[in-house]
């Protein structure tokens, strides 16, 4: 299951959640299950993320990093992945 607060602050937008990433190399990114739908993740740094079963339909992950990123299960439907 996602963690709330990571999820919460990934809504806030790339800027914050890449600034969040960049203070905590070491931490664990659980956002399982999670509802990502149509966010605008263009340049996120996902790498190494848990996002099986995560809803990410229509969201735009264009030049996302998702090295590493488990996406087993997640739903892509309309997800932009130029560059990813």
């Not at 919460?8 to 070491?26: F, I, S, Y």
């Not at 299950?33 to 229509?58: H, K, M, P, V």
Request: charged share 20%; glycine share 14%.
């Amino acid at each position: 299951m996602a963690n709330n607060q990571q999820l919460d602050l990934l809504k806030q937008g790339t800027q914050a959640w890449n600034a969040w990433r960049a203070e905590h190399t070491e931490a664990s990114v659980d956002l399982s299950g999670g509802a990502i739908r149509g966010l605008n993740l263009e340049g996120a740094d996902l790498s190494g993320a848990d996002l099986r079963q995560a809803d990410l339909r229509g969201a735009d992950l264009s030049g996302a990093n998702l090295n590493g990123a488990n996406l087993e299960g997640a739903n892509l439907f309309k997800a932009l992945i130029n560059g990813a």
